[in-house]
């Protein structure tokens, strides 16, 4: 197949080394005598070990053709332990060769034995896609007939017939396992009879709801391989993560081994943290950390280093990419050297970039962590955090996208002004000393576990006594209760005509995709977006910027899932507001205090998007506004609640207590990461000065997955921590009245929010 010609224009000069300039931008930062932490990481050598015993010796050649004599101590012992059929879950940096681990035992297999099969499973499409390629041209150093295929939505009908029959290796996703496959076993009998692996790459991102969702698939899995008589082995991989092998074990259902002993070599890296300077002391403002990104990143860029910018939403990533455009505006004509990449780009796109990124074209690219994956972006010299991604694991991930070989690299933190943010920069042992946080799923929850016991038993019947999850008996009599299942002779088989596997998503609540379409003489599709996002994103008269091109949305269809845009050249954004109305359903426990309690349970919450406000452009000013006309949203799921008691708030006025209350709840919530593996996107706050569940001021904090997937009893379960974590950071914040580093953005000079939020803070805990 010939090579697709390059996207963007290869430059004909050799960029120069990171490690040119990274002490160069270090002191730039210190010299504007700013909150600026500096470590550097040493060079590791490398830590070879022997090839297992018994490998097939054409595999052995063709590795040593690809410049790989030996493994790499934890490849071997990850090799080593898939021939023996251990399960396994490989643990080591960004790009320490973790393909390698699971790439030579199945080759292996299939080429002593050419009935054997493979699943491997990927996070994402273009993930899967670039291993495909890696793959690909291991077999063709082999020379042996090795069939391998992806397998997802863009696989075309005629294809789908020759990957179930002929494919040794399919590559797919756990959305095409969930949906195409398994409902379809029947027709994939080849592939599960003689299923001897099975890969689940990017482990660390399994966790939360995509992670509970994705243990029940693999109950299914191991369930349809059990009735075609074959008992894959799993060889899992992750980026670091604090517990892989309990992870492991929750996703698989058996014993995993863990191999951690990572041999690979690593360049010498730099790590800055950096706090923007206060540019307004009173309020506690601080430099916009979009615009120190921007003024970082174009240093690097001009100075030839090739960098990667993560901004944390698809917003922050369109006005970071417009920023660093005009910083580095070329003369007329000259190709674009930064980009952007986030989910709602056409995978199409998404390819043209990852190649003008390997081949050095693009200069630049902003992301989300759509990019925090392994895939195959080249050597990029630096990385520059914007904000604190939300855990540990995902800061070392993005730090990791640059360094990939051998060469000393900069990886740049840059503080914005919310509580984690400030917190993680005054106390910058948190990122270098801390480990880094777990990974936490519940495949049981009710809400997850129900749908994939419909899933099941879809595709096979159930027998009395059969155990899928906690509970199955008695879900399954109440599925036949409700005529879904009717038990006949000790099964339990299915009766509707509905196709379940159709109505869940594994990665939301919805199933929904909107397509955003530009109007005009030939209208085309020129992205996409979630249902969960589509109030925020894509409502009328919103500005919706798609690699660095502003539209404004003329027509939403709600019921047809489409957003009709125009392109438009404004010096403005939008930015909706959504409000939140919760009520307590039910506490499962109470804990009381000095002066209030905690309390875990499950809530009910109608979302409702309201009003948009039209931000302008490098200065952020509010510049008018406008209404949200969209349907409200339900849901159920958990939430920890604190209560204040009368101690509590005693010499406060109700505005005082609004006031504390909102401040409590924004620094608890930006928090609460630091205590539970997730972003603070995950975890939503809401202030109620009189709670119509206790009659007392209260702050909830809610698991924005339907049904929660453990977030909120991990909170209750750290309350106390949380709540110290809190309190010290109002005492420590240096704004006189709060500011977005503590208690919440003040625009009042002399607002109650901070002296509040911290005396009821003090009495709470006596």
Known sequence: MAKPPPAYPVPAVRPVPPAVIAEKVVADLQSRRTETTVRRIDERPPRYAEWPEGLDGRLVQALGKRGIARPYTHQAQAISNALAGTNSVVVTPTASGKTLCYNVPVLDAILKDGSTRALYLFPTKALAQDQLDELHGLITSIGEEIRTFTYDGDTPADARRAVRTAGHIVLTNPDMLHAAILPHHTKWMQLFESLDYVVIDELHTYRGVFGSHLANVLRRLRRICQFYGSDPTFILCSATIANPD?????????????????????GERVVVIHNPPVVNRELGIRQSSLKAARDVSAQLIRAGVQTIVFAPSRTRVELLLTYLREALRSKPGDPERVTGYRGGYLPNERRAIERGLREGAIRGVVATNALELGIDIGGMGASVVTGYPGSLASLWQQFGRAGRSREASLSVLIASSN????YVATHPDFVFESAVERGLIDPDNLFILASHLKCAAFELPFALGEVFGAHTGELLDILAEEGVLQRANGRYHWMSEAYPAEQVSLRSASTDNFVIIEQGPAPRVIGECDRPSAPLLIHEDAIYIH????????????DDKKAFVTPVAVDYYTDAQLAVELKVLDSFKQEGVAAG???VGEVSITFLATIFKKVKLNTHENVGWGKIAIPEENMHTAACWLSFGEAATRGLGRDEIASGLLGIGHLARNLAPIYCLCDARDIGADAQVRSPYNELPTVYLYDMA???????EKLFDAREALMDACLALVRTCPCENGCPGCVGAQVEPNSPAKKAAGAMLERLAG
Not at 247 to 256: I, Q
Not at 260 to 265: T, Y
Not at 419 to 422: K, M, R, V, Y
């Open 597 to 599: 309690s905690f309390d």
């Open 547 to 558: 690699r660095g091109q502003q539209y404004q949305v003329e027509y939403l269809d709600w």
């Open 246 to 266: 309990e992870l492991a074990r929750a996703l698989v259902g058996d014993e995993v081994e863990l191999i951690n002993d990572n041999g690979a070599p690593a």
């Open 706 to 712: 339907p049904g929660g997937v453990g977030l909120a």
């Open 419 to 422: 509580p984690l943010d400030q």
